[in-house]
């Protein structure tokens, strides 16, 4: 079932966050460059070096040729970008799915870094890190005027080296001084749990640890629900910002038979490539239903298009993110890496989902709590300024609101899922009929 191919990154621009695409091979210029083609490079150069010689401020070197590079490459579409060398090393940690660090997840809050939840078995965990602990200070300095970004990395590096930590916790009379040794810390791409009768994955992002993950988590909950007992499975692709093209292909190609999977249509032939299923379905057939919503993007549509268009599962939710376009990774040694768009994605009926999003099959919309009424919530590609306009999309364009409660007793889209895997519902969009999978 693994697979074995170049690294293709379909990943979202969401917020802070970026997932990419890579291809192992290098790029080549389509035709060489005309004579005013150089006299545009020279005007360059002329402005550049008055800048330097004029501005108000001494300006840096690298930072003026590193902002003209991601200025052009911004001109193209959102999701074009310059990597310098710590962005693209940052780049590679995400895809790989492993790190030195700490093992918290984090968000933040009044300009300090609140613990989400500290991961089970990692230094934080063990040093006694809690859910809702407020990081005031690290290694001595103050997190106050620190992006979240900053903050997190300060707080990785060099496997057992130790870093302190002060912490605010509700119900302590002064803060804490905690001190933590760095370990690998393994990113979970894939959260699982069992709904009684039912198997619920969450893939929360496509690393090159997440068909391996999805893999266990399906033996581990058919294991312990019984095959007998088990009505189905709950994939979970909502706020997934997507990530590597290959895991997209095996997680699809998880629950798919046969058929094609995706494909990928570019400028150059070489970026025009076809990727079909293989014979197997862990599940052993058994029903599936695929939420997504405005945070869905990518690599996640990947899946979540493969399987609607093979009528293998039945998709809830509301309308995805939208980004049909894969990313290849250009190696430039030392200086980095290019992030060029050079393909569009299809699903396998051959439509393209850019700028349009996945349609669920059965739209449930998500309540929203009364504190986050009034803010905007909603996510797509189409309202990205540049994003390249999409064969398929329209005025409606593509995405929704993005969020989902963190009680599932709260979770409208899961409850409509569960509750249809049980009977306890009906549709006509579920149990879908392959018979009626559309042509690819």
Avoid: C, W
């Avoid at 979240?148 to 509700?170: F, S, Y």
């Avoid at 909502?238 to 998880?254: E, F, K």
């Amino acid at each position: 079932m693994m697979r074995k191919i170049s690294l293709l990154f379909a990943g979202a621009l969401m917020g802070a966050a970026s997932v990419l695409a890579v291809s192992g091979h290098s790029m080549m210029s389509a035709n060489a460059a005309g004579s005013d083609t150089y006299r545009q490079l020279a005007i360059f150069g002329d402005i550049f070096e008055r800048v330097r010689a004029n501005y108000v401020e001494e300006p840096q070197d690298r930072e003026l040729i590193e902002n003209a590079i991601n200025g052009m490459l911004a001109a193209l579409d959102p999701h074009s970008s310059y990597l310098n060398a710590n962005d693209a090393a940052d780049m590679r940690t995400q895809t790989k799915g492993e790190f030195g660090g700490l093992g918290i997840e984090v968000t933040m809050e009044d300009e300090l870094v609140k613990v989400i939840t500290p991961m089970f078995g990692t230094p934080a965990e063990k040093a006694g890190v809690l859910a809702g602990d407020l990081i005031v200070e690290i290694d001595g300095e103050e997190v106050r005027g620190l992006t979240l970004q900053q903050a997190v990395d300060r707080m990785r590096g060099l496997v057992n080296t130790p870093i302190e930590l002060k912490i605010l916790r509700e119900g302590a009379d002064k803060p804490l001084d905690i001190t933590i040794v760095r370990d690998i810390i393994k990113i979970q791409a894939v959260r699982y749990r069992t709904e009684d009768d039912i198997g619920y994955l969450r893939v929360i992002s496509f690393t090159e640890q997440t068909f391996e993950d999805l893999q266990q988590a399906i033996e581990d909950l058919s294991e312990e629900i019984g095959e007998e007992e088990l009505k189905g499975f709950v994939l979970d692709l909502r706020l997934n910002p997507g990530g590597l093209l290959d895991q997209a292909i095996n997680v699809s190609d998880a629950f798919l038979e046969k058929g094609l999977i995706v494909s990928t249509r570019g400028r150059d032939d070489r970026d025009s490539r076809r990727y079909s299923a293989r014979p197997g379905d862990l599940t052993g057939g058994k029903p599936l239903i695929v939420l997504v919503n405005g945070g869905s993007a990518s690599a996640s549509e990947i899946v979540a298009g493969a399987l609607q268009d093979h009528r293998r599962a039945t998709v809830v939710g509301s309308r995805s993110f939208g980004k049909g376009s894969v990313q290849t990774i250009i190696p430039l040694g030392e200086n980095g890496a290019l992030r060029l768009t050079t393909a569009l994605y299809y699903t396998p009926a051959g439509t393209s989902i850019q700028g349009k999003g996945i349609t669920p099959d059965i739209a449930v919309n998500q309540t929203i709590p009364d504190e986050l009424l009034g803010r905007d919530l909603t996510r797509g590609e189409s309202d990205l300024r540049g994003h390249i306009e999409g064969a398929e999309e329209d005025e409606d364009g593509s995405g929704s609101i993005a969020y989902v409660p963190q009680d599932p007793e709260e979770d409208d889209q899961l409850a409509f899922a569960l509750e249809l895997l049980r009977g306890e519902r009906s549709d006509p969009a579920f149990p879908p009929d392959p018979a009626t999978a559309l042509p690819n």
